[in-house]
């Protein structure tokens, strides 16, 4: 592990910090895991969890748990991180943790190794503090959650719903926060839903449009629509449903060809007030109108999921309240997240972590203080949740 650029005096012996840094140096770029597992696992044993690797594939998954009763607060996440991109481009090595001007550097700081070690020491010291806690506590981690997200958090989903176990309160370690610490927490996220279109026409001599037919003059009008439409208002908790077109290509490339074809792919970031069918049917409307030939391939990428309020929410806002003095507002935008499979075991999932200004860039980081608080913010909703058993008072 590097040696930090702040001298070693300067910076706090916090655990939270620590662990932060064992985990970025983890090469853990999806789907692998990097040895981050291993990590955590020798951190959960020690506390009486008893740990199950789920693994699926090339996909590290990992299941914990310390307890047998109710209610069950899980921790969830994922170890694995996007590509660093140009190494030399980084103010120090991506896999090399390092600490300046109070901040962690590093691919992974803030999404969400950061979060991960935040949570990890938030239940070593209330265990520490609780150890006759009501209920028990779950630890979900993967890392196939920047990838395919096939064979990761979705595939653990399955065998905790196979042997009859639910969730009653879940928190990603997501980083929610915007411009400081505990500002935002979301309760919800839209839905995700893809179309592959190809409008066919015919290839053809430029000089001789009469013999060809051009798709993409053909498209125009229909895209134009397309972007023009109000597909809903959103409602109090969602903003409204918006169309992208993500990638557009047609032409062989040559100037003096008509194309025969032109290939599209398009995304909706749909709320509740919108069904994926309703959406669906409205598209092939707007194509069938403008008389297009076309081929339209869909892809459900994630159903919408709300957590309108109680216990967990309220607690949440309470505890960031009492550790950083801030009103977290609630928020369902952004992209998806693995919540869109832990909802189907768990009426109460909420995502909250550190600020998100630089995840996927080059020189991410985490303030080391926020780390610090975050783990208290943690730990404080694990003791709103999971009071003493009346036994041990």
Not at 17 to 42: H, Q
Not at 49 to 61: A, H, I, Q
Not at 94 to 117: C, H, Q, S, V, Y
Not at 374 to 379: E, F, G, N
């Amino acid at each position: 592990m590097a040696v930090s650029a702040d001298a070693p005096g300067e910076l706090p012996d916090d655990p939270a910090l620590g662990l932060a840094r064992r985990l970025i140096a983890c090469p853990s770029v999806t789907p692998d895991e990097g040895g981050c597992m291993a990590i955590v696992e020798e951190r959960l044993r020690p506390l009486g969890f008893t740990v199950e690797r789920l693994d699926r594939g090339k996909v590290g998954n990992l299941w914990a748990r310390r307890g047998r009763g109710r209610p069950l607060f899980c921790f969830a996440g994922h170890v694995d991180v996007v590509p660093p991109g140009p190494s030399e481009r980084w103010t120090s090595p991506p896999f090399e943790p390092t600490a300046r001007n109070g901040e962690l550097f590093g691919r992974g700081a803030a999404d969400m190794k950061g979060a991960i070690a935040a949570f990890i020491t938030a239940i070593e010291r209330f265990v520490a503090e609780h150890p006759g806690h009501a209920g028990a506590i779950a630890v979900l981690l993967t890392s196939d959650e920047e990838g395919d997200a096939i064979d990761g958090t979705a595939a653990v989903v399955d065998a905790l719903r196979r042997r009859g176990e639910a969730l009653d309160f879940c928190l990603i370690g997501e980083p929610t926060s915007v411009s400081r610490l505990g500002d935002t927490l979301k309760n919800g996220r839209r839905g995700s839903l893809s179309g592959k279109l190809s409008v066919k026409g015919i290839q053809g001599h430029i000089a001789y449009p009469r013999l060809a037919r051009n798709p993409i003059h053909l498209a125009a009008p229909a895209i134009a629509e397309l972007a023009a439409t109000v597909w809903d208002e959103g409602d109090a908790h969602f903003p409204p449903t918006s169309w992208q077109i993500s990638n557009i290509h047609g032409g062989t490339g040559a100037t003096n060809v008509i194309p025969g074809h032109l290939d599209i792919a398009f995304n909706f970031r749909f709320s509740a007030a919108s069904a994926p069918e309703r959406l669906q049917s409205r598209v092939h409307a707007i194509l069938d109108r403008h008389g297009l030939d076309y081929e339209l391939v869909w892809t459900l990428g994630a159903a919408p999921f709300l957590t309108r309020g109680g216990e967990l929410v309220a607690a949440a806002r309470q505890a960031i309240f009492d550790e950083v003095g801030a009103e977290a507002e609630l928020s369902t935008d952004g992209g998806t997240s693995d919540g869109r499979f832990i909802a189907g075991l768990c009426s109460q999932v909420i995502e909250l972590g550190p600020v998100n200004e630089s995840i996927h860039k080059i020189d991410e980081r985490v303030g080391i203080a926020a780390l610090t608080r975050l783990s208290a913010i943690y730990r404080r909703l694990l003791e709103r949740l999971l009071p003493d058993s009346p036994s041990t008072r």
